[in-house]
Structures are given as C-alpha cells and as structure tokens.
C-alpha cells in the first residue's frame, strides 16, 4: 500500500483488497443513499472561525467518555463483520484500540464473542453495542456475558427495528462466507440463515430483533444494565434524547446508523445540534456518520459533542492493512485534528468553544 494520506486513500486501499460484496456491504447506504451522503457534507455546513495568537505549541487530544480516559475524541463506532475485513477480525480491531489508547464498541454483530474480543486486549477500555432480541432472556444473557467480560458500558442501539433496505447487499444476495458466523448470537441463528433470496442479515433482523422495542423496555434495560451506564445509540431528535434521560440513559449518541437505516433521516450533524439544545448539559453527546477528517470531528466538538465515533474509516483501515491498518486510521484523524486545533487555536480538545462554529451563510448546499 502506497502510504495514504486521506481516509478515502485507505478506501481506496481496501477496495483493492475486498470482495465486491464485503466492500459493497461496508459503503452502503439505504435506499438512494441520501442520509448517507448529506452525513459528510453536512460537516461541511459549519465554519471554523479561528482564533489566533493562542498558545498551541503542546496541543492536548486526551478526554474521558462516561469517566473512561480516552487518548482523543475520535473513538471507533460499532460495526459488524471484521473478519469479513480481514482475518484478523474484531481481535485486530481491538488491539489496535488498544494501541492507539483507544475506545472499541464491539458489535452485536460480531464474527468474534465478546469474551474473545475482551481477551485480545485485556485492560483496554471497551464497550459493548446491544440490539435487543424478541428473545428477551437472550439480550438479558448478552448483557450479562458483557457485563463478566469486562465491558464499561452498554450501548443499546434504536434506530434499527427493522434492517434498512441496501440495494447493493440485496442484489448481492449478501451473506457470510462460510466459517464466518455472528459470533454472539450462535444460540439463536436460524437454521436456515443462509437459504434465500437477498440480505441474509435482514432476514436475520426481521426474524430475530425485536421490533416492538419502546420506552418502557428502555427503563428496564436500564435497570438490567446496571451498575453499567446505559447509552442510547441512533437518536436525531431533541425530544427523543430527553425521553431517553427520563428512562435511564446516562449518554446519547447522535446517530442514524451511517446512512444504512432511514433514508432521508437528517446528517447527524444537523441532529447534534438539535439534541446538544435539548439537553442543555444534562448528559455527555456523542456523534458519528460521515466523519472523515479532523476538522469535520474538530466541526463536532465545537458543536457541542464530548467525543465522535468513525464507523467506515476503520472498516478501512482493517481492509486495507489489518490491524495496523487501523492503527494508522486513528493516527491520521488524531493528527488531523491536532493541526486542526493548533490553526483553530484550541490547545485542549475538552475545551473546544462553541463560538468556533458558525453555519456558513454563504454558498449553502
Ligand atoms: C458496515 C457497517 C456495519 C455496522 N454495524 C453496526 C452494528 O452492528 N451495530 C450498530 O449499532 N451500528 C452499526 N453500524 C453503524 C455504526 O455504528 C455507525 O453508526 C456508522 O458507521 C457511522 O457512520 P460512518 O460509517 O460514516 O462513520 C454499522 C455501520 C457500517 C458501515
């Protein structure tokens, strides 16, 4: 791999080595892929107004997230399948975040079990993503397995009832290759999982995750994941965040699942700013969806988020190089928004001023 200097060259790195269906699998969006462009640009929506004559000379990246120390604000997004990436799988991802002083929030949808995931990198800060299943004892079983295997927090996501329709896995017939297997979930696979037309993974959402899920549910998980903090993961509305205190959640993360689910949702940029007005300080904000470069996470920061996850990039950065592959995804956006703030004048990612944002007025999409 020649050496990348963009997030996009590291897509380009991995394309090259993926099959069509997993790389395929891993860039799309829902339907006609609106949200999941509008999630990049929106970034582009906002100003940096600068500040100069400020002491940058010892820029600090370093935060906590739910009181965990983190090495910087850029921390890696759930995402299914990593073996599909490379045979490393979630044990390299974890490793890398390991390395990198990282935050890994494993997936449900894991090809490794959670246990094997903590095991890769034990002592690493890692949080484990939770879809709740029709079989409730189940997910309750999933939030225990995470809890004994040293999981920090619990990360419920919301803005999937159902799967959202990806035309390209659909016209793939997307599936897993065989000796790849969602880890987690063996006890529940169907036994035909693999017979059919189109997207085997949402035959399996349809069949498996409960799409009754509601409020009422999220208080008792709550209760379930406790003494864990429970954050709500795929909220864009004020309303919603705020709903989501009421029932127990201790963080929100700003989400509409990359553009995979409802097309036509909102960027989530546009979502930070509703949900960082709605809750006024009450809870620590996440974001992700279309962060590609430091200023667009430096864009988050200024906007009110504690921290921002990347799902794709890291995708990226395991297809094209592995573990260290990753390793050098996270170096990049570190270093792109340490130069970042040193032009912005902000020496401490913790204290970004929220007057450095401003939405352009100028040339609006
Ligand atoms: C290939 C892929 C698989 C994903 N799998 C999951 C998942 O299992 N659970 C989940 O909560 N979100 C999942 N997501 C959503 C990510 O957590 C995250 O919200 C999204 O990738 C952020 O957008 P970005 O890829 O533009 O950074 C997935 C996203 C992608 C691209």
């Known amino acids: 791999m020649t050496d990348p200097v963009t997030i996009d060259d590291f897509e380009d790195a991995a394309r090259a080595r993926l099959s069509k269906m997993a790389y395929d699998y891993y860039r799309s969006g829902s339907d006609e892929e609106h949200t999941l462009r509008r999630n990049r640009d929106a970034w582009t929506d906002f100003e940096l107004w600068y500040r100069a004559l400020v002491d940058v000379s010892a ?105 959202g329709r990806r035309c390209a896995d659909v016209r793939n017939g997307f599936s897993l290759p065989a000796g790849m297997v969602m880890a987690n979930l063996v006890e529940i696979l169907p036994p035909d999982l693999h017979d059919g037309a189109g997207s085997e993974l949402a035959r399996f959402v349809a069949s498996r995750h409960d799409a009754s899920v509601s409020w009422k549910d ?66 620590e904000i996440y974001v992700d969806g279309g962060i590609r470069s430091g200023t667009h996470a430096l864009v988050a920061l200024g906007l009110g988020a504690r921290a921002v996850f990347v799902g794709r990039p890291v995708l990226w950065g395991l297809g094209a190089a592995g573990e260290a592959g990753v390793v050098r995804v996270l170096a990049l956006l570190n270093e792109e928004l340490t130069r970042a703030m040193q032009l912005a004048g902000c020496a401490d990612a913790t204290g970004i001023a929220r007057d450095l944002v401003r939405r352009t007025r100028l040339f609006p999409r």
Request: charged share 20%; proline share 5%; net charge negative.
């Open 59 to 163: 820029p600090r990246l370093a935060t906590t997230v739910l009181g965990t120390a983190v090495s910087s604000p850029i921390l890696i997004a759930p995402t299914a399948y990593h073996t599909l990436a490379d045979e490393g799988g979630e044990r390299a991802t974890a490793r890398a975040a390991a390395a990198s002083g990282s935050l890994y929030v494993a997936s449900t949808l894991a090809t490794t079990t959670l246990e094997d995931v903590a095991a890769a990198a034990p002592g690493a800060p890692r949080w484990f993503q939770l879809y709740v299943h029709k079989d409730r004892a189940f997910t309750a079983r999933l939030v225990a397995r995470a809890k004994a295997a040293g999981y920090g927090a619990i990360v419920v996501t919301c803005d999937t009832p159902v799967l």
């Open 218 to 283: 999220l208080a008792a998980l709550a209760e379930d994941c406790a003494p864990l903090p429970l954050v709500v993961k795929g909220l864009v509305r004020g309303d919603d965040a705020l709903a989501a205190l009421d029932h127990g959640a201790r963080a929100i993360w700003v989400s509409n699942h990359g553009g995979r689910q409802l097309d036509l949702a909102p960027s989530t940029a546009d979502g930070l700013v509703e949900i960082v007005a709605a809750v006024d300080g009450r809870a």
